[in-house]
């Protein structure tokens, strides 16, 4: 068989053309699930106790969570890291080969057995559990160019109309904003002026909670003899900062009411002003992205950027985005860098094949079978 391959190029160069044939259209027809899985299927878990340290939370809030999810069905290990700024995350890392689905389930299932042994401010925050990978794949920065938008606005422009698309996008396991700038009424207590009317910032809070509610007052005529019903409409929670002024807080001895302006300054802000955010000397906000389990990449990335272009064509006038930060970047350039190595390989073993044959018939077929 060697003899005859040698003895007719001809046929040689056929079937060397047919095997890279082969092999192209075997690349780029070969499934994604094909491939190994390297990353392990990883769940998050995430909750908030406002106002809180660290030592607080990894004192009240880490250990019933810890407790309840260790040990969960395929786990291999566990990581949990409680912040200043009153949030806490749990990673639970599980073998490969877990279905991520499953164990996303299996971690809320142990999570929802411990909520009664949470502090109610964190059970009303909600505690989230996610499925996604540990690293991020990209971030991506909302700028203002002109410097007309605050990061309050940028944050929360996000958050609203960004944020949500991103999430949709196939194989994206988490979209987060770095900060928690939520549009917020704020209101700023003046501890002299409580304390000369004997009041407490817990007095305020219920006061300011039991008249800013939701409320279904319900219908008249109704399963009478009326021919119509009237249904009950009640305002709702306050939306202006004037509203929550006029909030009783109590009655004073004079027979005058004390309201919420007497004691306190109200505004419409953020929640938080924990977190702030500069791109090139302009206001801005980051976003995070996610790689959900199983997923590829590059193709995620690749989605995404298309979505960014589609979602700046409604942005206001004045806003940019960047994206300063992506593993695509680093993944382009070491599948350039094999691309160069293959072509000079190529040049230089035929230009040595050449030298030593003399001969470009004779050249032509090694070069092609390489």
Do not use: C
Not at 177 to 191: A, E, F
């Amino acid at each position: 068989m060697l003899k005859k391959i040698i003895k007719r190029p001809v046929l040689a160069t056929v079937i060397s053309v047919l095997l890279v044939i082969l092999g192209v259209v075997g690349m780029l027809n070969l499934p994604i699930t094909k491939f190994p899985d390297i990353a392990p299927p990883t769940v998050m878990v995430t909750a908030a106790y406002p106002g809180a340290n660290a030592e607080t939370i990894a004192r009240s809030v880490a250990p019933p969570l810890e407790n309840a999810i260790n040990g969960v069905e395929n786990m291999d290990y566990i990581t949990s890291t409680a912040s200043n700024d009153g949030t806490l995350s749990i990673t639970v890392i599980f073998k490969l080969g877990t279905n991520p689905d499953q164990a996303a389930i299996n971690v809320q299932n142990r999570v929802a057995q411990v909520t009664n042994q949470l502090p109610a401010e964190v059970v009303q925050a909600g505690i989230t559990t996610l499925k996604r990978q540990n690293s991020m794949i990209a971030m991506v920065s909302l700028t203002s160019k002109d410097g007309t938008m605050d990061d309050l606005f940028l944050e929360n422009y996000a958050k609203i109309n960004i944020v949500p698309d991103l999430k949709r996008v196939k194989g994206v396991g988490d979209a987060m904003v770095y900060g928690n700038k939520d549009y917020s009424m704020r209101v700023w207590l003046d501890p002299n002026k409580l304390t000369s009317y004997n009041l407490t910032p817990a007095e305020v809070s219920r006061a300011i909670q039991s008249q800013n509610l939701e409320a279904a007052p319900g219908r008249f005529g109704e399963r009478s003899k009326e021919s119509m019903e009237y249904v009950l409409r009640y305002k709702g929670k306050f939306t202006e900062p004037e509203q929550y002024e006029n909030i009783t807080i109590k009655a004073l001895s004079d027979g005058s009411v004390l309201k919420l302006k007497d004691v306190a300054r109200v505004e419409f802000g953020a929640y938080s002003y924990t977190v702030s955010s500069n791109f090139n000397k302009k206001p801005s906000v980051t976003m995070a992205i996610f790689q959900m389990a199983g997923s590829n990449a590059n193709e995620v990335q690749i989605a995404l950027q298309e979505r960014m272009k589609e979602l700046e064509k409604s942005f206001p006038e004045g806003m940019a985005y960047e994206i300063p930060y992506a593993t695509k970047d680093a993944l382009d350039q070491s599948i350039e860098q094999v691309i160069h190595t293959l072509i000079e390989a190529f040049i230089l073993v035929f230009i040595v094949v050449y030298i030593f044959l003399q001969d470009f018939r004779s050249t032509l077929i090694p070069a092609i079978a390489y």
